[in-house]
Every structure is written in structure tokens, then in C-alpha cells.
């Protein structure tokens, strides 16, 4: 049974940085892109950015240059570092996985999430 666990989520003042980690098991990978997606109180889910299985990375426009996407593919862990966070950066977070990949939500496999605050 795939499953996707991710941590790291906090609360945090603006300027801070946080790094998700989300461990998957029951599968081997390494030929899925993995991705990370964000869901604020009252929108839609949007995509954050994925790193497919040439380790290619892609990010929505509003975090690139504050947010780096990579995995472990040997432990299976993809990982988002995010620096420079904004208050509009508060959400949850789930890693997704899948053997599509895209930036809709075209995937597979979905984890719980965790919520990041960013409070001004």
C-alpha cells in the first residue's frame, strides 16, 4: 500500500524558511515525478512544483527564487525548501506522486499534508 507522510509544516513569521520533507512507501519511485501542491483556506489546490524522474524541476511563478524542490531517490523523500515565506504562502502542502506528472492534479498518489502558517 503507497503511502506519503509528510512533516516539517510549522508556524512561522514572514522572511523565515521551512523545509517539508514527505517520505513515501509501499512502491519504488524512481520513474514517477513527485510534486508539491498547496491549498489555502477557501481556494483551490494549486500546484507548487514537481521534480520528475531525470530530477528536472518545474515551479508555479509566485515561488520561484524562494522555493527548491529535490528528492532522494534512493530513500524515496521529496523535499521543499522555502525561504523568503510570505503570509500568501499559508496552506497546506501534500506531496503527490505520479507516473503522469503535470502541474494539474494528474496524480496517482496523495499525501495528508501538513499546514505551514506565515503570519506578517
Known amino acids: 500500500q503507497v503511502q506519503l507522510v509528510e512533516s516539517g509544516g510549522g508556524l512561522v513569521q514572514a522572511g523565515d524558511s521551512l523545509n517539508l520533507s514527505c517520505a513515501a512507501s509501499?512502491?519504488?519511485?524512481?520513474?514517477?515525478?513527485m510534486a508539491w501542491f498547496r491549498q489555502a483556506p477557501g481556494k483551490e489546490r494549486e500546484f507548487v512544483g514537481l521534480?520528475?524522474?531525470?530530477?528536472?524541476?518545474s515551479y508555479t511563478d509566485s515561488v520561484k527564487g524562494r522555493f527548491t524542490i529535490s528528492r532522494d531517490f534512493a530513500k524515496n523523500t521529496l523535499f521543499l525548501q522555502m525561504n523568503s515565506l510570505k503570509p500568501e504562502d499559508t496552506a497546506v502542502y501534500s506531496c503527490?506522486?505520479?507516473?503522469?506528472?503535470?502541474?494539474?492534479?494528474?496524480?496517482?498518489?496523495w499525501g495528508q499534508g501538513t499546514q505551514v502558517t506565515v503570519s506578517s
Open positions: 521534480v520528475n524522474r531525470y530530477a528536472s524541476t
Open positions: 503527490a506522486v505520479g507516473l503522469k506528472g503535470g502541474l494539474t492534479n494528474n496524480y496517482d498518489y
Open positions: 509501499g512502491g519504488t519511485f524512481s520513474m514517477y515525478t
